[in-house]
């Protein structure tokens, strides 16, 4: 008999998965996959994600599309005491607040009710997340410590969007203090900019590391490159995964040394789309002067536009016959320029949603929601290697 992986058998083992900062899933698509190899079935029993456009990516993306039943009016007034953004910067203004919703309602009610979305982490409360957790995930806001950002820090009580993970400590102290030791989540899971370890801010990342240990946590800090985990982008990132010790000693769980994974480079033409529309295209740049070509330690060969711009990363061209860079949510790097054919263009936003790990139906799903070409982008940018979080996963024991 062939088995359908869709089936659903009782000796599947069921994974709870907490998706705050959610975005568009990529935590839930990266267990998703990992379900079918280790026989797993997938449980979001909650997630915490205000900015609309990903919502509604995340919803085309996961969600069952069962017939839908709008919601109650006292459901959707505890809705609208939170907060929901259109910008992923700042709240909908309280007097728009029910005009925006009515504009996305199908897709906030399905959030709320089929994953139980809280939308603004600050508003959140402990007893509105689900008890024994397998896997709690917390990717934070990176763009107070990035390069890209201007570097404002994480620190507790700053402002800043990287500051929200005090928040998550608030929620974990809050319910450590309710709940007994079993009834927390297994397995915590960050992801984030490799600047999190800088000097800037290697002291409150120590500080998170003491709460972590305080509220029974054992971590340990990763610094992975996706292009060592079949991927083709080159995007080192800091990963901290911690287990809870008493669950750690009960499964004799032992963090593996993913570091030394190193598979063979994956160049960039792999996931480019040979068909792309003429759109893509950029045959006002060919006119300019091309420096040679550098192979960099990353795998990664570019050439530079001579006196295009000065804004050097922007002039930059990609060989895709090589690993390409890293895909930003803005600037340059959402608009990676490839040399294909002697002729120069930028990735399509399918290639983007490849280059991340998704699959080409996600980005079909995407478009469902006619947001536009470069939000999409936008989202891919801001989201996390599908490829990298799958071996992550694939260490975990339950």
């Avoid at 600050?122 to 570097?151: A, H, M, R, V, W």
């Avoid at 400590?169 to 600047?195: A, C, G, T």
């Avoid at 340059?332 to 991340?356: D, F, G, Q, V």
Wanted: glycine residues 2%.
């Amino acid at each position: 008999m062939k088995i359908n992986e869709n089936d659903d058998f009782s000796f599947k083992k069921e994974i709870k998965l907490f998706e705050a900062f959610a975005g568009i899933g990529a935590q839930h698509k990266a267990l998703k996959n990992v379900a079918k190899i280790m026989n797993w079935k997938i449980k979001v029993v909650g997630i915490i994600e205000w900015f609309i456009p990903a919502i509604c990516s995340y919803i085309e993306i996961h969600s069952k599309k069962t017939f839908f039943k709008p919601i109650s009016e006292k459901e959707r007034q505890k809705i609208l005491e939170k907060n929901f953004s259109l910008d992923s910067k700042k709240p909908v203004n309280s007097k728009r607040k029910s005009f925006i919703y009515s504009q996305y309602q199908e897709y906030i009610e399905r959030s709320y009710k089929e994953f139980s979305n809280t939308f603004d982490i600050s508003k959140t409360q402990y007893d509105e997340i689900s008890k024994n957790i397998d896997i709690f995930t917390y990717s934070f806001p990176c763009q107070d410590l990035s390069n890209q950002g201007k570097q404002k820090g994480m620190n507790k009580n700053s402002g800043t969007k990287s500051s929200l993970l005090w928040e998550v400590e608030r929620l974990l102290k809050d319910m450590n203090s309710n709940w007994n030791q079993k009834e927390m989540p297994k397995y915590l899971i960050l992801e984030n900019v490799p600047q999190i370890i800088n000097k800037n801010n290697i002291k409150q990342l120590e500080k998170w590391i003491r709460v972590l240990e305080d509220l029974n946590y054992e971590t340990k800090i990763y610094i992975l490159n996706s292009s060592n985990f079949n991927s083709c982008q080159n995007r080192e990132r800091a990963y901290c995964l911690s287990v809870r010790k008493d669950w750690k000693k009960e499964i004799n769980f032992q963090f593996q040394n993913l570091e030394k994974i190193a598979n063979k480079k994956i160049p960039l033409n792999k996931i480019l789309d040979f068909n792309v529309d003429k759109k893509y295209f950029l045959p006002l740049l060919d006119k300019y002067s091309k420096t040679e070509f550098k192979l960099t330690k990353s795998n990664i060969n570019k050439s530079r536009l001579i006196n295009y711009t000065n804004f050097s990363s922007e002039a930059f061209i990609y060989d895709p016959n090589y690993n390409g860079p890293t895909l930003t949510a803005s600037g340059a790097n959402s608009r990676i320029k490839i040399l294909t054919n002697n002729k120069i263009r930028r990735l399509s936003p399918k290639e983007c949603s490849l280059y991340m790990g998704f699959s080409e139906k996600d980005y079909q799903n995407i478009k469902k929601t006619n947001l536009s070409e470069n939000k999409i982008i936008y989202l891919f940018g801001n989201s996390i290697v599908v490829n990298v979080l799958e071996e992550i996963y694939k260490t975990l024991r339950f």
